[in-house]
């Protein structure tokens, strides 16, 4: 049975830090890149960032520079590590595991408020 269960969402103030971690199951994590996805309300699913099983990275232009995503093989799991965080990055924070095409397993999500 395939997994992926996030955790670290919560509330923090702008400009501050968190990281978030999705643990997947070792059956995948060796051949799916690994993506965050977020969701505001009223909005559609965005993809945020995306790590290949070779560690090749990328981004979404509205993080660039601000958020980090990783992934630690050993663990079979996939990081998110968000600064400088911004009310407009509230939402519900999705990990994904992906192929060529769209994600085939979604996590459950964790969220992520920006609010002072």
């Known amino acids: 049975q395939v997994q992926l269960v996030e955790s670290g969402g919560g509330l923090v103030q702008p400009g501050g830090s968190l990281r978030l971690s999705c643990a997947a199951s070792r059956s995948i994590f060796s051949i799916y890149a690994m993506a965050w996805y977020r969701q505001a309300p009223g909005k559609q699913r965005e993809l945020v960032a995306v790590?290949?099983?070779?560690?090749?990275?990328g981004y979404a232009d509205s993080v660039k520079g601000r958020f980090t995503i990783s992934r630690e093989n050993a663990k079979n799991t996939v990081y998110l590590q968000m600064n400088s965080l911004k009310p407009d990055d509230t939402a519900a924070y999705y990990c994904a595991a992906q192929l060529a095409g769209p994600p085939v397993y979604w996590g459950q999500g964790t969220q992520v408020t920006v609010s002072s």
């Open positions: 790590i290949s099983v070779g560690g090749t990275t």
